[in-house]
């Protein structure tokens, strides 16, 4: 008996873990996998010093709204504004030939970063189905805070929106349904 509840136990925690985790891929795996099955991108840009982009990996990213969410409307790509994955967007190679690996805390940005406008981190980048840049939204969100930004590029009301005004209606009767 003992053995079996010590299985059913393993099986279960085994079960919620993966249920939790966003399924985050790289910026060159979401572009391929856009060729095969169009689906908007998600890409959560970060640095390993930036306190802000930890508390979204452990309270925002984790929460099971977000996670089911992002899992089921966009491919979720981390990437590491200060790091060295080259990455291979609209015929160019991004790279970051400044980075110095013997640096403590920040660090040069990536080209593909500065490409994409990044002035502070976290930044969550949208791209359509097409790898065309929606929309920047920079620093921290709670997962109520990030509900609006998913749900407003997953179903394209953000066509709509093109004016201040639009986007305060839009705030204001939009409902959220995620828990922090």
Not at 40 to 58: F, R, S
Not at 77 to 103: H, I, L, S, W
Request: glycine letters at 4%; charged letters at 25%; a neutral charge.
């Amino acid at each position: 008996m003992k053995i079996l509840l010590t299985g059913l136990i393993f099986v279960f925690t085994v079960a919620t873990t993966t249920a939790q985790e966003i399924k985050w891929v790289t910026m060159n795996e979401a572009l391929e996998l856009q060729k095969t099955q169009p689906k908007k991108i998600l890409m959560d840009a970060y640095t390993t010093w930036c306190g802000p982009c930890k508390m979204m990996d452990q309270k925002t990213f984790t929460n099971k709204d977000v996670v089911n969410y992002v899992n089921k409307h966009f491919y979720a790509v981390k990437f590491n504004a200060e790091g060295t994955e080259e990455v291979m967007y609209k015929d160019f190679n991004y790279t970051n030939p400044n980075y110095d690996p013997e640096r403590k805390g920040r660090n040069s940005q990536h080209f593909f970063a500065n490409a994409l406008k990044i002035t502070g981190y976290p930044s969550l980048v949208f791209f359509d189905e097409d790898s065309n840049v929606i929309a920047p939204i920079m620093g921290y969100r709670t997962p109520s805070q990030l509900e609006i930004f998913l749900k407003m590029i997953a179903k394209n009301d953000y066509k709509e929106l093109n004016s201040t005004e639009a986007w305060q209606d839009y705030e204001k009767k939009f409902k959220g349904t995620f828990k922090d």
